[in-house]
C-alpha cells in the first residue's frame, strides 16, 4: 500500500518537545519528507533524508526512520511552529503520496 | 536560487481541461531534477500530482492518470500540466515544485523530496 498515515492532531507547551508521526509501507525503503504548512502559504521542506535540514531550517528539528515509522521531532517547540505538517514518501510504482496532515498546535 | 512561478486560469468549466504552467527562474530546467504537481483543495490536505523529468520521463498519481498530462518546454524553462474532465473536486491550490532524490547506501534507503515550491494559484471549477 502506498498510503501514509498521520494523526490529525498533535499539542505541545511551549519549549517542550513533540513528535509527529507518518506510517506506511513504503517507509521501510523510502525515508520520509516533511513540510510545514503556515495558513495561506506553501509548503516548506524541513526534513529529508536521514535526518537533513535544508539551510535555514533550525537544528531543533530532526527526523529519525525504523521499520514502517518515519518521526519528526521539534526540540523546544516555538509559537511559530505551530502549523500543519505532512509527511511525503515514495512507492515503488513511483506514486508520491502525502501523509494526511498533522495539525500542531503550541500552547 | 532557484524560483518557481505558476500560472493559468483561475476559472475553469466542469467537464473542461485544466491548465497550468510553471515557469523556472534562477536555474535551469533541465538540471538533475524532478518537477512536480501538487494541489490542495479548499480546508484539506496535499495530494501529488505527477512529475517530469527534463527528459519527458514521467509519474503520474495513479488516482489522477487518466485526466493527467505533464510536459516540459527546455527552450521556455517551464513545466506544464494539463487536467481533463475537471469536476468541482478538482478545485484547488496548484502547486509546482522542484523535486530531488538521492540513495542512502549505508541503510539501503532511498529519498525523494521537493525542496522548492512555487507559491501557488488556485483553480475554481464552476459554470
Known amino acids: 500500500s502506498s498510503e501514509l498515515t498521520q494523526d490529525p492532531a498533535v499539542s505541545v507547551a511551549l519549549g517542550q518537545t513533540v513528535r509527529i508521526t507518518c506510517q506506511g509501507d513504503?517507509?521501510?525503503?523510502?525515508?520520509a519528507s516533511w513540510y510545514q504548512q503556515k495558513p495561506g502559504q506553501a509548503p516548506v521542506l524541513v526534513i529529508y533524508?536521514?535526518?537533513n535540514r535544508p539551510s535555514g531550517i533550525p537544528d531543533r528539528f530532526s527526523g529519525s526512520s525504523s521499520g514502517n515509522t518515519a518521526s519528526l521531532t521539534i526540540t523546544g517547540a516555538q509559537a511559530e511552529d505551530e502549523a500543519d505538517y505532512y509527511c511525503?514518501?515514495?512507492?515503488?510504482?513511483?506514486?508520491?503520496?502525502f501523509g494526511g496532515g498533522t495539525k500542531l498546535t503550541v500552547l | 536560487q532557484v524560483q518557481l512561478q505558476e500560472s493559468g486560469p483561475g476559472l475553469v468549466k466542469p467537464s473542461g481541461t485544466l491548465s497550468l504552467t510553471c515557469a523556472v527562474s534562477?536555474?535551469?530546467?533541465?538540471?538533475?531534477?524532478?518537477w512536480s504537481w501538487v494541489r490542495q483543495p479548499p480546508g484539506k490536505g496535499l495530494e501529488w500530482i505527477g512529475e517530469?523529468?527534463?527528459?519527458?520521463?514521467?509519474n503520474y498519481n495513479p488516482s489522477l492518470k487518466s485526466r493527467v498530462t505533464i510536459s516540459v518546454d527546455k527552450s521556455k524553462n517551464q513545466f506544464s500540466l494539463k487536467l481533463s474532465s475537471v469536476t468541482a473536486a478538482d478545485t484547488a491550490v496548484y502547486y509546482c515544485?522542484?523535486?530531488?532524490?538521492?540513495?542512502?547506501?549505508?541503510?539501503?534507503?532511498?529519498?525523494?523530496?521537493?525542496?522548492?515550491w512555487g507559491k501557488g494559484t488556485t483553480v475554481t471549477v464552476s459554470s
Open positions: 517530469i523529468y527534463h527528459s519527458g520521463s514521467t
Open positions: 515544485a522542484r523535486s530531488g532524490a538521492d540513495y542512502d547506501p549505508q541503510y539501503y534507503y532511498y529519498y525523494y523530496y521537493m525542496d522548492v
Open positions: 511525503n514518501s515514495r512507492d515503488s510504482s513511483g506514486n508520491h503520496p
Open positions: 513504503s517507509l521501510r525503503s523510502y525515508y
Open positions: 534562477g536555474g535551469s530546467i533541465s538540471s538533475s531534477n524532478w
Open positions: 533524508g536521514k535526518n
